[in-house]
C-alpha cells in the first residue's frame, strides 16, 4: 500500500503531461466565437451617420427578411478588400445592413463614393456598443440575422471570394 | 566571426554534456574502469566554461548590434543605449534559453570542482545526472532555437526591443531568477544521485543545503524584483496579479522553501528523508514547468504555443523525460529509503513537517489555478484563473502556516511540552490583539487584511524570540538567518495588509493648476511639457505634491512615452517613497478641454512587501554563510584530530 503511493506525483505529472500533449495536438482556433450565436439581437438603435432619428433598431430585423450585419468603417483596411465582395453579394440579392464604427460622416461618405455603397441601411456606432453587444472581436465582422431577429452565423474578419458562397447559403438557411 | 565562435562553444558543451551523462552512467556499474569516475568533473568544468563562452559571444553580439545575426536584428535596434543592448540579450527566447543552459552548465561546473563531502559514487550518480539534464536543454537550443543564426544578408537596421523590457528592473531579474530556478537543478541531480546510489543520509542533506539555500536567495530576490518591477513599469499600482508568469517563479519558490525546511530536519534528525527526495525533484521540476510551458505562451494563450508546433513538442517531450523519469524513479526506488527517526507531536520537527504540508498545499493550489485553463480547454470552455481563487483559497493555507510559523521556532526537537510555551504565547496573542485593535480603527478594512496586520505582527515578535536568553555575538549566523527570514515574512506581510486595506486611489481628469487630495497629500497639476530620451518622446505631467501637515513639497513626473524602434506607447509612472508609504501617479493622456487623465494612489507602507522580501534574501544569505563555515570549521577540526591521533610509535 505504502509503495503504491510513492506512485501519486508520478501519476500527477503523467495527466498534465498528457493534457499537455492533448492540447498540442488540437488545431488551433485563432478567433473567438461570439457566444451570442443562436441568441435574438439585444435591444438597440442607432442613428445613421451625421446623426438625426434612429434609423436602425433591433425591431428593423424582425420583418421577416434575413440579412448580412456588416461592421465595418472607413479607417479599417481590410473593409477596403472586402467592398468588392459586398458588392457581388448585393448582386446575389443580399440585403446589407451596415454599422459604421467610430467613424466621422465626412469620412464614411468619401469612402462610399470610392468604393461603392453595398448597403440598403446605414447606421453609425459611435462607441462601438452594438459591436460589443454582439460579442464582436473585430473589424469587419459580418453577421447573418434571420427574419426573427436571432443571430444566426458569424464571420469574422474580411469576406473574401471564397466566403460569397458560403454566407449565400447561410442567409438562405436562415431564410427556410 | 564572434556567432561562430558562440554556436561552437555551444556544441563542445552539449558534446561533453553528453559525455558526461555517458561516464556517469557507466561508472555507477560494478567494475567499471575508476578514469570513467574521474573523468566527470573536468568534464563538468569544462562545459561550464565552454556554455559560458557561448553566452558571453551572444553578450557581444548584442552589444555591437551585429545585424547579420538574425536574432540581433529581430530584438535590438542600433539607437538604444548599451545596458539596454547588452540586457536586450535574454529580452527573448532564443537568449534567455542560452542563459538558462549556461547557468545550468556553470551551477554543475561548480559541484564539480567544489563539492567533496559525498561518497564519490553518489557524487558520479550527481554528476551524471546534471549531464543528463544539461544535454536534453543543448540539443532544445541547437535544434529548435539557436540563438546564432545568421541571416542570408544583414539587415539594415533591427526591429526593436519592446520598450516595457527597456528598463533597469528587467536587466537584473531574469538573471537572478534564473540562478534561483536553474540552482534548484542542483537539488535535483543531488536527489536523483541519491536515489541511484542508495544515499538519503544526514550527511547528504548537509551537502545538499547550502546549494538549496542559494538557489532559494536567488529566487526571492527574483520574486522581489520581478513583483517591483511589474509595480512601477505596468503602472497597474499592484505588486502581484497572480498571471501564470508570476505563478511559475513563485511555484518553485514554495518547492524550495518546503525542501530547505525538510532538509534541516533530514540533516539535523535524520527524519523525512522520502520526502524531502521528492520536493527535490519537485522544485527543479517547478522551475522547468515555469520556465518552458510558461514562457512558450501554452498557458497564458494555447495558440501562441501552436505558432511552432516543433519547440512545443520537443519542450514536452524534454519534460516528460527529466520530470517524469525522475518521478518514476522516485516510485521504484524510495521504497528503499529506510524510514529516518520518529519524533513527537509536540516538536520542532513536527512543526516544519506541518509547515512542509501546508507549503506543498499552497503549490498544490497555485498549480491547479494555473494549469485550470489548460483543463478547461479540454472541454471546451475557456477561462482565466485570477485572484478571487487564488487569494481566497490560498488564504486556506496560509494564514495556518503562518500561525504555525509563529510558535514552530521556538519548539525544542524530538519533543516538547506545551507548558514551555505558555509566556510567548502571550506575548505573541498581546501583538496579535493589539494589531487588530490598531487596524479595525482604520475602518471596515476586510477579514483578509485584518487577518494579515494580526498574523504580521505576531510574526515579527515571535521572529524574534527564538533570540531571547542568547548572548547576540555567540548566536550562530544560521539561527540569525533564520530570525531575520521569518522577520521579513512578517514584515511584507505587514506591507501586503497595509496595501490592501488602506490604499487611497483617485482617478480625476486635471487642468494645470487643478489639485486633488489623496490620503494626506494635495497634488497639484503644475504643467505639462514634451521632454525626449534617446530613443523615446514623451509628454511628462508635473505634479507637486504636499501633505496636509505642511513639510516639503515633492515634485512627481510621470510621463506617457512613444517609444519609435519599435513604434509602441507606453506610461511611466512617478513614485515618491516615505517612510510611511508611496505616492504613485500615472498619466493617462489628453482628455477634452486641455485637461489630463490622472490615477493616484496613496499606498501606506507597500514598500515593506519588498523590504520584507529583502530580509527574507538576507536571511537565506547568512543562514547559508552560516552552514559554508560551519562546514569549514568542521572539517578544519577533523584534521587537526586525525593529526593528533598519528600512530604511536611502537
Redesign the interface.
Known amino acids: 500500500m ?2 503504491l503511493w ?2 501519486l ?2 501519476a500527477v ?2 495527466l ?2 498528457g ?6 495536438t ?1 488545431p ?1 482556433d ?1 478567433f ?1 466565437r461570439s457566444a451570442m450565436i443562436g441568441q435574438p439581437l439585444p435591444s438597440f438603435s442607432l442613428p445613421p451617420p451625421g446623426g438625426g432619428p434612429a434609423t436602425l433598431s433591433d425591431a428593423s430585423f424582425r420583418d421577416g427578411r434575413p440579412r448580412l450585419l456588416n461592421f465595418w468603417a472607413s479607417w479599417c483596411l481590410p473593409c477596403i478588400a472586402e467592398a468588392p465582395q459586398l458588392e457581388r453579394l448585393r448582386g446575389e440579392g443580399a440585403v446589407i445592413v451596415g454599422v459604421a464604427i467610430r467613424d466621422r460622416p465626412e469620412d464614411v461618405a468619401a469612402f462610399l463614393q470610392t468604393h461603392g455603397n453595398p448597403y440598403a441601411v446605414l447606421a453609425a456606432d459611435d462607441i462601438a456598443e452594438l459591436q460589443l453587444a454582439l460579442g464582436s472581436s473585430g473589424l469587419p465582422e459580418t453577421f447573418v440575422i434571420d427574419g426573427q431577429g436571432r443571430i444566426r452565423y458569424q464571420h469574422i474578419g474580411d469576406i473574401r471570394a471564397a466566403d460569397v458562397p458560403v454566407l449565400l447559403d447561410e442567409l438562405r438557411k436562415a431564410g427556410s | 566571426m564572434i556567432a561562430e565562435i558562440g554556436l561552437a562553444a555551444l556544441w563542445l558543451a552539449a558534446a561533453l554534456a553528453v559525455f558526461q551523462l555517458v561516464a556517469g552512467g557507466l561508472s555507477l556499474r560494478p567494475g567499471a574502469p575508476p578514469v570513467l569516475g574521474q573523468s566527470l568533473r573536468p568534464l563538468a568544468v569544462l562545459q561550464g566554461g565552454f556554455a559560458l563562452l557561448s553566452f558571453a559571444a551572444l553578450l557581444v553580439l548584442f552589444a555591437t548590434t551585429d545585424l547579420s545575426v538574425a536574432l540581433v536584428a529581430l530584438n535590438s535596434h542600433t539607437a538604444k543605449p548599451l545596458l539596454y543592448k547588452v540586457t536586450g540579450a535574454w529580452g527573448n527566447h532564443e537568449g534567455s534559453m542560452l542563459l538558462w543552459v549556461a547557468t545550468l552548465a556553470t551551477s554543475g561546473a561548480l559541484i564539480a570542482a567544489l563539492e567533496r563531502r559525498l561518497p564519490e559514487r553518489t557524487m558520479h550518480a550527481v554528476l551524471a545526472a546534471q549531464g543528463f539534464v544539461a544535454s536534453g536543454f543543448f540539443a532544445f537550443l541547437l535544434f529548435s532555437s539557436n540563438p546564432f543564426t545568421r541571416l542570408p544578408m544583414p539587415a539594415p537596421e533591427g526591429v526593436g526591443l519592446n520598450p516595457l523590457l527597456q528598463d533597469i528592473g528587467l536587466a537584473l531579474h531574469p538573471p537572478t531568477l534564473y540562478l534561483g530556478y536553474v540552482g534548484l537543478s542542483v537539488a535535483f541531480s543531488f536527489a536523483v544521485g541519491a536515489l541511484l546510489t542508495n544515499a538519503v543520509t544526514p550527511q547528504f542533506a548537509r551537502v545538499m543545503r547550502p546549494w538549496v539555500l542559494g538557489a532559494w536567495v536567488f529566487l526571492t530576490l527574483g520574486i522581489v524584483a520581478g513583483s517591483y518591477w511589474a509595480y512601477y513599469e505596468l503602472g497597474w499600482g499592484g505588486w502581484w496579479f497572480w498571471d501564470p508568469v508570476e505563478n511559475a517563479s513563485l511555484m518553485p519558490w514554495l518547492a524550495a522553501t518546503a525542501l530547505l525546511h525538510s532538509v534541516s530536519v533530514l540533516a539535523a534528525r535524520d527524519a523525512l528523508r ?1 520526502w524531502t527526495i ?1 520536493l527535490g ?2 522544485a527543479f ?1 517547478m522551475s522547468m514547468v515555469g520556465t518552458f ?1 510558461v514562457r512558450s505562451g ?1 498557458l497564458t494563450s ?2 501562441a ?2 505558432v511552432d ?1 516543433q519547440r ?2 520537443f519542450i ?1 517531450a524534454l ?2 523525460l527529466y ?2 523519469g525522475a ?2 524513479l ?3 526506488r ?2 528503499t529509503i529506510l524510514e529516518g527517526k520518529r519524533f513527537g507531536l509536540a516538536s520542532r520537527e513536527s512543526a516544519l513537517v506541518l509547515n512542509n504540508i501546508l507549503l506543498s498545499a499552497l503549490l498544490g493550489i497555485v498549480l491547479l489555478g494555473t ?1 485550470y485553463p ?2 478547461a ?2 472541454v471546451g470552455a ?1 477561462v482565466s484563473v485570477g485572484p478571487p481563487y487564488f487569494n481566497a483559497v490560498g488564504a486556506v493555507f496560509a494564514l495556518p502556516m503562518l500561525a504555525v510559523m509563529t510558535i514552530g521556532p521556538l519548539l525544542r526537537w524530538r519533543s516538547d511540552t506545551a507548558r514551555r510555551l505558555a509566556r510567548p504565547l502571550v506575548a505573541l496573542s498581546a501583538a496579535g490583539l493589539l494589531a487588530a485593535v490598531l487596524a479595525l480603527l482604520q475602518g471596515d478594512i476586510g477579514l483578509l487584511p485584518l487577518s494579515g496586520f494580526v498574523l504580521g505582527a505576531m510574526l515579527v515578535v515571535a521572529s524574534v524570540l527564538p533570540l531571547g536568553g542568547r548572548s547576540f555575538r555567540r548566536t550562530p549566523l544560521t539561527v540569525w538567518g533564520m530570525v531575520i527570514a521569518h522577520f521579513g515574512i512578517g514584515v511584507a506581510l505587514l506591507g501586503m495588509a497595509s496595501d490592501a486595506a488602506l490604499t487611497r486611489e483617485r482617478l480625476v481628469a486635471m487642468a494645470p493648476g487643478d489639485a486633488v487630495t489623496v490620503g494626506p497629500w494635495t497634488v497639484r497639476l503644475r504643467e505639462v511639457m514634451p521632454v525626449a530620451g534617446p530613443n523615446w518622446t514623451a509628454t511628462e505631467v508635473v505634479l507637486d505634491a504636499q501633505t496636509a501637515a505642511g513639510g516639503r513639497t515633492i515634485t512627481l513626473r510621470p510621463q506617457s512615452r512613444t517609444f519609435w524602434a519599435p513604434v509602441q506607447q507606453t506610461t511611466e509612472s512617478a513614485l515618491a517613497s516615505r517612510w510611511n508609504g508611496q505616492l504613485y501617479a500615472v498619466s493617462g493622456g489628453p482628455v477634452d478641454g486641455g485637461r489630463w487623465q490622472m490615477r493616484l494612489w496613496w499606498k501606506p507602507f507597500v514598500t515593506l512587501i519588498w523590504l520584507g522580501g529583502l530580509l527574507v534574501a538576507l536571511g537565506g544569505a547568512l543562514s547559508m554563510a552560516g552552514h559554508l563555515r560551519r562546514d569549514t570549521v568542521r572539517r578544519s577540526a577533523a584534521r587537526r584530530i586525525s593529526r593528533l591521533a598519528a600512530p604511536v610509535p611502537a
Open positions: 505504502k509503495r510513492l506512485f506525483p508520478v505529472f503523467a498534465i503531461a493534457a499537455v500533449a492533448y492540447q498540442l488540437q488551433r485563432e473567438v | 522520502v521528492l525533484v519537485i521540476s510551458l501554452i494555447v495558440h504555443f501552436a508546433p512545443g513538442a514536452l519534460l516528460a520530470i517524469g518521478l518514476l522516485f516510485a521504484l524510495a521504497g494549469l489548460l483543463f480547454e479540454m475557456r
